[in-house]
């Protein structure tokens, strides 16, 4: 079973108005009221375990947000995630429950697609077991799980449409079809997952219509699904059907991409019309790789190439200036989770990264970091921080990163505290590889959330001299990257955590500390006590391995 699933398991089990400052202030000014909008920041707090509860899911906005995908629908934003909340508050009341936002920053509840397992799922399985001479598993028995949908906005036969796919898993051993305990071990590996689709016109009175099978796990070794001990990770599955990302390109075909650990991500070619596969996939299972792949989808990427059990999931696709970028989550979830991307000019790849290492031959990790868990100062920081949906802003050329965000272990005195799953929605900045490289850019999440701050104009080079906090956000696993004071001083030299020359760039919006880029931008200091507008930049230099987060705390 996938790390992913005994974590959640665990978890299931153990828990039950400010105006913004102009150009170079850090703090408002009574005599200079806001004339653009009527701004707020938010006030929602980050640690909302006091309205947790099922009663108060109208008070969530962002709490209880797992591995989120957003679309543009009818004039709201419709996000969906998987089934988890801190103290297994959603159990009940249906699968994949969701929320809707005008504004991306302030969201209201809505409900889900099904309250019960569609029916294809438990035939699929039973017919896939009864073909491989294996006994029926009673409907009362078999194990769900709910997981990871993703949604997007398609036009079928001139009328848009919400179209969703998600991934039901089955938690129980192949060989006698016993729920997936210790105690049960029968020396096979866990049944398969399967992805299905369902699609709607009205996602606001949560009315969907399911259309069923799509594809499920599949894998390159026949009836060879025995297993020598629980801890043995050279996995049955050559592909994990779960963590779906759909994409249309610009030639007008669709694709829908999924993987988990395992072997890596397949690319399997849908119909437009239909959201079904175009080639008949036929049993999932066979004797080889490449007789596996011609039905099942070529493999895009790996972490490992000769892993079965590589740590990267969560693939998310976008198109953008003439790439594919392929975003991915790495490692465990509870907290080194972090996002990574690389980018093709073909959809099939290969994939490359920002130093051109191959990440379709699993030619080892990737950068640029996107996401990693970071602690500023005046907070607890965040951790879990990926599986992400990648989206544009409707009729703007803004893009956004969602994900989760979790709380450290045992903030507030609260052992359960990793449980607590924020929704984190981040602008990206697209930053170049190097000086010398301005065209070629890279996507970044900026450090802080995004709260809809109003343009106030030019970001003059006087108003960042003063103190910053820095990040060097670099791979560690399991642990938080933690600022360091920085000050940009007047003269255009550095102290503190860096050292050497700056100078900026207004009309791109870009700093250039030493050899690296980043990107500027103002965003709200959700550290402060009240919450403020601030400065804040992110960026990555094609050698650096890391990347830089900041934030202004102090004007000189």
Request: aromatic content about 14%; hydrophobic content about 35%; some cysteine.
């Amino acid at each position: 079973m996938r790390l992913k699933y005994l974590l959640i398991l665990f978890i299931s089990i153990t828990v039950l108005l400010f105006v913004g400052c102009k150009d170079g202030d850090l703090e408002p000014k009574e005599d200079e009221p806001d004339t653009l909008t009527n701004f707020t920041i938010p006030t929602y707090a980050d640690d909302y375990s006091s309205i947790a509860s099922w009663e108060n899911r109208n008070e969530w906005n962002l709490a209880n947000v797992h591995d989120p995908s957003v679309a543009y629908y009818n004039g709201y934003y419709y996000m969906y995630g998987t089934d988890a909340s801190y103290g297994n508050a959603h159990e009940g009341h249906g699968h994949f429950q969701g929320k809707r936002s005008t504004d991306l920053v302030n969201w209201q509840w809505v409900g889900g697609p099904f309250y019960q397992a569609p029916s294809w799922v438990a035939d699929s399985l039973n017919a896939i077991r009864s073909r491989m001479g294996l006994v029926a598993i009673a409907n009362d028995n078999i194990m769900y799980g709910y997981w990871a949908p993703v949604v997007r906005r398609v036009n079928v036969g001139g009328q848009e449409i919400l179209r969703m796919y998600y991934s039901i898993v089955i938690d129980n051993y192949i060989k006698t079809g016993n729920a997936n305990t210790s105690a049960n071990f029968d020396g096979s590996w866990t049944e398969r997952a399967f992805i299905g689709m369902c699609e709607s016109t009205n996602p606001a009175g949560a009315v969907w219509t399911d259309k069923g099978f799509v594809t499920c796990s599949s894998s390159d070794r026949g009836l060879n699904y025995s297993r020598s001990s629980l801890s043995n990770w050279d996995a049955y599955f050559y592909y994990n059907a779960i963590d779906p990302t759909y994409i249309v390109t610009p030639e007008g075909k669709h694709y829908l991409i999924h993987g988990s650990w395992h072997s890596g991500f397949a690319l399997l070619q849908v119909d437009a019309t239909t959201g079904k596969p175009l080639n008949t996939l036929g049993e999932p299972y066979a004797n080889s790789v490449s007789e596996l792949t011609a039905r099942y989808g070529v493999r895009i990427g790996t972490r490992t190439a000769s892993s079965r059990w590589q740590g990267s999931e969560a693939p998310e696709i976008i198109y953008k200036d003439g790439y594919y970028y392929l975003f991915m989550a790495y490692d465990g979830l509870d907290i080194p989770y972090n996002t990574r991307v690389v980018r093709s000019a073909n959809i099939e790849g290969p994939y490359l990264d920002i130093n051109g290492r191959n990440f379709t031959n699993g030619s080892g990790d990737c950068h640029p970091i996107v996401t990693h868990p970071y602690k500023f100062n005046l907070s607890y920081g965040w951790v879990g921080i990926s599986h992400c949906c990648i989206f544009q802003k409707e009729n703007t050329n803004e893009w956004f990163y969602m994900s989760q965000g979790r709380l450290p272990p045992n903030v507030n005195g609260n052992p359960y505290s990793n449980a607590i799953m924020m929704g984190h929605v981040r602008r990206i900045v697209w930053c170049p590889a190097s000086p010398g490289e301005p065209d070629n850019l890279w996507p970044i999440a900026l450090p802080e959330r995004y709260a809809a701050v109003p343009d106030y104009g030019t970001i003059t080079q006087d108003s960042l001299v003063g103190t910053w906090e820095h990040i060097k956000l670099e791979y560690s696993y399991s642990n938080q990257d933690r600022a360091v004071s920085l000050n940009l001083n007047a003269d255009g030299t550095m102290s503190g955590a860096l050292t050497g020359n700056w100078s900026y760039d207004a009309t791109k919006k870009q700093l250039t500390m030493g050899n690296v880029v980043v990107c500027v931008e103002r965003e709200v200091d959700w550290e402060a006590t009240p919450r403020r507008v601030t400065f804040v930049y992110a960026g990555t230099e094609k050698n650096l391995n890391a990347t830089y987060w900041g934030k202004k705390t102090k004007q000189y």
